[in-house]
């Protein structure tokens, strides 16, 4: 615990419950009337703990980027599309609204009970974890000033109930991901129980759809939503033996043998009389493709497509464990292993038609060299990195055979699906290893990771996304990761990507009142 910032955390919801306990501590500490964040101490006139911590993340959220300038300088930068990671968990309900005066003048709290009913969503496959409700007022303000700056906005589910993928990114670490055994309802129970997810997804896009009315500037600043973020990301690394030893039955579990069947003859139906086509294997992985598949549909059966608007649906290769994809004549080097991407596409080719895979369906894989040793650079050179940061031959050899990735990806994909499909890759950045201690932080090899990247993928018509714009408390990993950071590096931008002050920079003196106005 950090007495200056409150409790370290390692995701969303694992920040909300510690802020709240941190501000339920410090009103029990200090008991003597001192104001804490701007508040009284007494709990009358005063939000409660929950009360202050999602005032604190909605503060946060809403002073964190700057929609007016900073959009009009992405604008300017050339940029035409971001993609927004979000929740699943929203709220029509304005934090503003926590606080209130009477009729007298005085103010009126919300009690912590109203608060969590209205500005937290309790996850349904987890005991005693609440989310942080994203309130949809903050997203249709954002998307009215990106329609105004000319940028359409991807709106990409980044995290679902229980958690799709173990890690931090799953909002709900350190606790165990349990969306694929808890909540993927028509593989369990035949519908007996409402399907959380596939509703979530479908209540997501009635509400983009209502955009066209209700909102038609926010409806304008829409350009695609994506319905899950990298599902069941390293589900093939699972296998119950070290380093890794939790099972993937209890992570993504296969489908029920019949609905495995059933899909796996929809999938490859016709093609043994075309053996120059994939077939989709039996595996864990049918779980996701299912799932995805009744994504789609719900899209393609919605209005979005014919009023213009996208659909990017992303899959990870480590979805898969290496015994279920195809054998390759040759073990590929520089990391263009192409077997998990003919699966993909034999996948997509099932899934979508060759108009909708020209028009508003876009694949999208996301591709990092800083992950992998066929491509990593480091300072110190091998065996950390395939080349050394300052040895200009081989990085450029590396980088050079590296960033063919982008055009292997279109070949294998349209070896599968036939040409005009729309690619996309939608997280890529210049960090060249996967630890900032070893990777490379030199201009030159920052410059070259992003133009020989960004050079490849306009040559085989990939869509690029950098992650991130910015990340101002990102530190060394800014240099790499920052786009913002790393086109002032490059004289591009005139300011850093860095934050107005950094946590713990103020050093109160004796007898300064606690109090968050000052």
Same mark, same amino acid.
């Given at each position: 615990l950090d007495g200056s910032t409150g409790p370290r955390w390692n995701s969303e919801t694992d920040l909300l419950a510690g802020l709240a306990g941190h501000y339920k501590q410090e009103s029990m500490e200090d008991e003597g009337g001192a104001t804490l964040g701007g508040y009284p101490n007494d709990k009358a006139q005063s939000l409660g703990e929950w009360g202050k911590a999602v005032r604190a993340i909605h503060a946060f959220r809403s002073s964190y980027f700057d929609f007016?300038?900073?959009?009009?300088?992405m604008r300017e930068l050339g940029i035409k599309y971001a993609r927004v990671p979000v929740s699943w968990c929203w709220t029509d309900h304005d934090p503003a609204q926590m606080v209130e005066k009477d009729e007298d003048g005085g103010l009126v709290y919300m009690s912590d009970e109203e608060v969590v009913e209205k500005y937290t969503c309790k996850d349904p496959f987890h005991d005693d974890v609440y989310w942080p409700a994203i309130p949809r007022n903050l997203v249709q303000r954002f998307l009215?000033?990106?329609?105004?700056?000319?940028?359409?906005?991807?709106?990409?589910?980044?995290?679902?109930?229980?958690?799709?993928?173990i890690g931090t990114f799953s909002?709900?670490?350190?606790?165990?991901?349990?969306?694929?055994?808890?909540?993927d309802v028509p593989a369990l129970d035949n519908n007996s129980?409402?399907?959380?997810?596939?509703?979530?997804?479908?209540?997501?896009?009635?509400?983009?759809?209502?955009?066209?009315?209700?909102?038609?500037?926010?409806?304008?600043?829409?350009?695609?939503?994506? @319905?899950?973020? /990298?599902?069941?990301?390293?589900? =093939? $690394?699972?296998?119950?033996?070290?380093?890794? #030893?939790?099972?993937?039955?209890?992570?993504?579990?296969r489908l029920p043998a019949d609905m495995a069947q059933e899909y796996l003859s929809e999938l490859n139906e016709g093609l043994d009389s075309l053996p120059q086509l994939t077939q989709v294997p039996d595996g864990h992985h049918l779980r996701v493709f299912l799932w995805l598949?009744?994504?789609?549909?719900?899209?393609?059966?919605?209005?979005?497509?014919?009023?213009?608007?996208?659909?990017?649906?992303?899959?990870?290769?480590?979805?898969?464990?290496?015994?279920?994809? @195809?054998?390759? /004549?040759?073990?590929?080097?520089? =990391? $263009?292993?192409?077997?998990?991407?003919?699966? #993909?596409?034999?996948?997509?080719?099932?899934?979508?038609?060759?108009?909708?895979?020209?028009?508003?369906?876009?694949?999208?894989?996301?591709?990092?060299?800083?992950?992998?040793d066929q491509c990593s650079g480091a300072v110190e050179g091998f065996p950390a990195g395939r080349y050394a940061c300052s040895d200009e031959?081989?990085?450029?050899?590396?980088?050079?055979?590296?960033?063919?990735?982008?055009?292997?990806?279109?070949?294998?994909?349209?070896?599968?699906?036939?040409?005009?499909?729309?690619?996309?890759?939608a997280e890529f950045s210049a960090g060249t290893h996967h630890s900032i201690r070893h990777g490379c932080n030199d201009v030159d090899t920052l410059e070259t990771m992003l133009v020989s990247q960004v050079d490849a993928a306009r040559g085989a018509d990939v869509e690029l996304f950098?992650?991130?714009?910015?990340?101002?408390?990102?530190?060394?990993?800014?240099?790499?990761?920052?786009?913002?950071?790393?086109?002032?590096?490059?004289?591009?931008?005139?300011?850093?990507?860095?934050?107005?002050?950094?946590?713990?920079?103020?050093?109160?003196?004796l007898g300064e009142p606690r109090d968050g106005s000052l």
């Open positions: 007016e300038t900073e959009l009009k300088t009215r000033a990106c329609a105004k700056h000319g940028i359409g906005a991807t709106l990409d589910i980044h995290t679902l109930p229980g958690g799709t993928s909002g709900v670490w350190p606790r165990y991901a349990r969306f694929w055994t808890h909540g129980r409402p399907d959380i997810g596939r509703n979530l997804v479908k209540d997501f896009i009635g509400w983009v759809e209502s955009l066209a009315v209700e909102d038609p500037l926010a409806f304008k600043g829409v350009r695609a939503i994506s @319905p899950m973020n /990298e599902p069941a990301h390293l589900a =093939g $690394l699972y296998n119950g033996k070290v380093p890794i #030893l939790s099972d993937r039955e209890t992570f993504l579990p598949r009744d994504a789609v549909d719900a899209f393609r059966q919605s209005s979005l497509p014919s009023l213009g608007k996208e659909l990017h649906v992303n899959v990870h290769e480590s979805l898969f464990p290496s015994d279920v994809l @195809p054998k390759e /004549e040759e073990k590929p080097d520089y =990391g $263009l292993d192409t077997a998990s991407m003919k699966v #993909l596409g034999a996948w997509w080719r099932a899934t979508t038609s060759a108009e909708e895979r020209s028009e508003w369906a876009v694949f999208d894989l996301h591709h990092y060299m800083a992950w992998g031959v081989a990085k450029a050899e590396v980088l050079g055979r590296c960033s063919t990735w982008a055009q292997v990806y279109r070949n294998a994909l349209e070896d599968e699906c036939g040409a005009g499909l729309r690619l996309a890759s950098w992650w991130s714009y910015k990340m101002p408390y990102g530190g060394a990993f800014r240099n790499a990761w920052s786009l913002k950071h790393l086109l002032y590096l490059l004289g591009v931008l005139p300011k850093p990507d860095e934050a107005l002050f950094h946590c713990g920079d103020h050093v109160p003196p």
